[in-house]
């Protein structure tokens, strides 16, 4: 999986600005953990949209999300949401169409 528009910061253990001239790049290793939903971390998250391609578009399904959105995955930030939001970042599982 690759990220588009910003970098996870190792050091941070969170997201953070690219490097120049950089568009896309590799996601870490993610762990899914089954979780309640009272139990899960709102503050210093940015909910991620994980696409399977880099078009960002297909043809919506009756949920509304199109069928190229797969889910939203949680991303430690030190920034407001809004940050990335504005960049357009998100996760791509290829980068070929």
């Given at each position: ?6 970098k996870f910061d190792p ?5 953070g600005e ?9 996601c870490?290793m ?8 009272k139990?899960?971390?709102?503050t210093?998250i940015?909910?991620?949209p994980l696409f399977?391609t880099?078009?960002?578009r297909?043809?919506l399904m ?16 030190n920034?407001?949401?809004s940050h ?14």
């Amino acid at each position: 999986m690759y990220i588009e528009g910003c970098k996870f910061d190792p050091k941070e253990r969170a997201l953070g600005e690219s490097d120049p001239k950089i568009l896309y790049t590799r996601c870490p290793m993610i762990h899914f953990i089954p979780t309640l939903k009272k139990d899960v971390k709102t503050t210093g998250i940015y909910a991620c949209p994980l696409f399977k391609t880099g078009d960002r578009r297909g043809v919506l399904m009756t949920t509304g999300h199109s069928t190229n959105y797969v889910l939203d995955i949680s991303l430690p930030s030190n920034v407001d949401p809004s940050h990335w939001i504005k960049r357009g970042v998100a996760m791509l599982c290829a980068l070929m169409t």
